[in-house]
């Protein structure tokens, strides 16, 4: 069974920093691409970063571009969100989720897997 | 960026009819267009892929169409259980982009 599981999620103040983390298993992990997406409270789902099955290639959301870094660890089975300068704006669920198999535009792909998410709640 | 415009934003129906969502890209997609289901408290499950793949598992009241610009979600029958937020999702370009949502009810 696929599973994603989130942590790191805390209440930390506008400027912090604070990194997650996903661990995966029931999948060979360097095998795919993987994102994070988020879902601030009331609002709609937005797509935040991918990586792709080597961590080789990544992409950002505007919004969060050279604030946050994505990276991975396939020896771990885990991928990971450095995030910096925190805003009010951040506050949301942070989930990741499982993309496409490489070499077919691994993180450029459908969002097959997610996890539960992991709170970030950025308050003064 | 290309924009995802969802319609409606919520609807009611009733147990058994049927649900089409619509969702317009701001430009041409060719077809990675993907849906998801979103029930409360639960993390989003993909339900459709590239236009109109069924995910594995996922029952075949769920279906999806449509290519270029335009695309429909459609339920044939609407059940209980299907009480949730659906979101259409394109992936043929970076960033990734979401449709606002469409929540549905049970009348």
């Known amino acids: 069974e696929v599973q994603l599981v989130e942590s790191g999620g805390s209440v930390i103040r506008p400027g912090g920093s604070l990194r997650l983390s996903c661990a995966v298993s029931?999948?060979?992990?360097?095998?795919?691409?993987m994102s994070w997406v988020r879902q601030a409270p009331g609002r709609g789902l937005e797509w935040v970063s991918g990586i792709n099955w080597n961590g080789e290639n990544t992409n950002y959301a505007d919004s969060v571009k050279g604030r946050f870094t994505v990276s991975r660890d396939n020896a771990k089975n885990s991928l990971y969100l450095q995030m910096n300068s925190l805003r009010v704006e951040d506050t949301a669920f942070y989930h990741c989720?499982?993309?496409?198999?490489?070499?077919?535009?691994?993180?450029?792909?459908?969002?097959?897997?997610w996890g539960q998410g992991t709170l970030v709640t950025v308050s003064s | 960026d290309t924009q995802m415009t969802q319609s409606p934003p919520s609807l009611s129906a009733s147990v058994g009819d049927r649900v089409t969502i619509t969702c317009q890209a701001s430009q041409d997609i060719s077809k990675y267009v993907n849906w998801y289901q979103r029930k409360s408290g639960k993390a989003p499950k993909l339900l459709i892929y590239d236009g109109s793949n069924l995910q594995t598992g996922v029952p075949s009241r769920f279906s999806g169409s449509g290519s270029g610009a335009d695309f429909s979600f459609t339920i044939s029958s609407l059940q209980p259980e299907d009480v949730a937020t659906y979101y259409c999702q394109q992936h043929d370009n970076f960033p990734l982009t979401f449709g606002g949502g469409t929540t549905v009810e049970i009348k």
């Open positions: 029931g999948f060979t992990f360097d095998d795919y691409g």
């Open positions: 989720a499982r993309g496409g198999h490489k070499g077919h535009y691994d993180f450029l792909n459908a969002l097959f897997h």
